[in-house]
Structures are given as C-alpha cells and as structure tokens.
C-alpha cells in the first residue's frame, strides 16, 4: 500500500489518549480498566483506515475492541473517525503485530480479526505473512481458550496458504465461504480494501477458526448462487 508521510500523525495520536493506548506495556493485563468496563475484548491486526473496527464497535456497544496498525500514517485516518464518533469502545495501538505479547495477557483476548492481510506472495516472505505459524503462535497466547480467529481476504493465494496454516496448527475450521457477498451470511461489515477490490469484481473470502476445540466437527460452508 502506497502511503502518504503525515508528519503530523504522530502528534495527534499523541494528543488523544483517550482513544490510543500510546503506552501499551503499561496496561497488559489490565486492559478492562481502560476501558472501564469487564466486557469482552476483540482486535484487529492491521486494522488499516479503521472503518471495520469503528463500525463494528457502533454495532456492538456490549464488545470492547482495539485496532492494531504498524503504519502511524494508515491509523491516524482511524483515529480520525473515533474522534468525530466520540466512539467509547474503540481504541487503537500504533504498534507491529510481533509484540503483540508484550501488550496483552495470556488469554486477554477474545476474538481476532485479520482483515486483507498483506499477502506476501513470494515464498522467501512466507514469515511475513499474518497467517504465518509464528504469528498463530502469538495469537494462540494472547487469546482465551477457544478464541477466535476471523479472516478475510480477495487474495485465493493468502487465503488458500491461511487455510493450510490455520490446519497444520490443529486450529479447528468453523466457517468458510469463498464468495461472502454472494453468500446468505449476515452482519458484514466492509473495510476499506474489501469495498475497493469487490468493486472490481473480486470475490471475498472469509474464514472462521478457533483455538483449542477437542471436538473437531465439519466446518459450515456458505451457498452461493
Ligand atoms: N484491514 C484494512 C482493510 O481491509 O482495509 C487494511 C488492509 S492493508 C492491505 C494491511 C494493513 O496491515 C496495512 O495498513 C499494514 O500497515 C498493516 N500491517 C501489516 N503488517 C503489520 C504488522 N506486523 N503489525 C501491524 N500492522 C500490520
């Protein structure tokens, strides 16, 4: 993603510690008491522009959710949006997704988004990949037992190698659909890439999987015309 340096960025997350956590050490394991209240948290990892997160902490008052974006430019657009909201539960971390365990108790987390994840498409930057074995590892520690991992991408090649990923792990396939906007399924929330590639014609690929399921079942598939 081509981005434009906004000098600025950095001032303005730091002048709004209301909504970004600008210390996230400081609060690991103590998270509900930023935002004061004992409700579940959910996160995205590369959360980008923000629209899906600001959108679902509209639609879910009873969620507490946090978005994670390396790039200050990219986040500082979402920042944008919760100030003009005044959103409650919404907070955003500037942050790389490898240390998401100095920032987050084991099992703090409850639910995982990761919406058009950089694909990395060539072999040698496997590792890069969000879907990448080290990754799952991380995310496999920060979540509750059972957490949740919600994927979408309109990239065949990321999705098909997260798939593989997500089995080697033993991550257990609760959803799939490889068309979601063709599908019956209910309550997405569109990101900024997904709008931009399905006005192209791409189909959008979603999966759910979960940690640490004793009883493995048949994943749920979407119909689609
Ligand atoms: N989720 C948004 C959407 O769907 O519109 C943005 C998608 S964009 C292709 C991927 C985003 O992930 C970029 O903004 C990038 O900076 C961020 N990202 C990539 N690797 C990351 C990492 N290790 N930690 C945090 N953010 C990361």
Redesign the pocket.
């Known amino acids: 993603?081509r981005v434009r340096n906004k000098p600025w960025a950095k001032e303005l997350l730091e002048e709004n510690p209301k909504f970004v956590i600008l210390k996230p050490e400081e609060h690991k394991g103590r998270l509900h008491e930023f935002f004061g209240n004992n409700n579940p948290i959910h996160i995205?990892?590369?959360?980008?522009?923000g629209?899906?997160i600001t959108e679902m902490a509209k639609a879910n008052p009873n969620i507490n959710y946090i978005g994670?974006?390396?790039?200050t430019s990219?986040i500082v657009t979402a920042l944008e949006k919760i100030i003009e909201d005044q959103i409650p539960n919404v907070k955003l971390m500037n942050?790389?997704?490898?240390k998401l365990t100095d920032y987050f108790a084991d099992g703090e987390i409850s639910r995982l988004y990761l919406?058009?994840?950089?694909p990395w498409p060539k072999t040698r930057h496997e590792k890069r990949r969000?879907t990448y074995k080290r990754f799952l590892a991380i995310y496999e520690q920060i979540l509750k037992p059972n957490g949740e991992i919600h994927f979408k991408t309109d990239n065949r090649g990321l999705f098909e190698y997260s798939l593989v990923s997500f089995s080697n792990y033993g991550l257990l396939l609760t959803f799939v659909s490889l068309d979601l906007h063709k599908s019956d399924y209910e309550g997405n929330i569109m990101?900024?890439?997904?709008e931009k590639f399905s006005k192209r014609g791409f189909p959008i690929y979603r999966s759910e999987v979960m940690f640490g399921s004793q009883n493995k079942s048949y994943a749920k598939t979407e119909d689609t015309e």
């Not at 994670?68 to 790039?71: A, P």
């Open positions: 993603m995205e990892v590369g959360t980008g522009k629209r899906f994670i974006e390396l790039s990219v942050v790389n997704a490898e919406n058009f994840s950089d969000l990101t900024e890439y997904e």
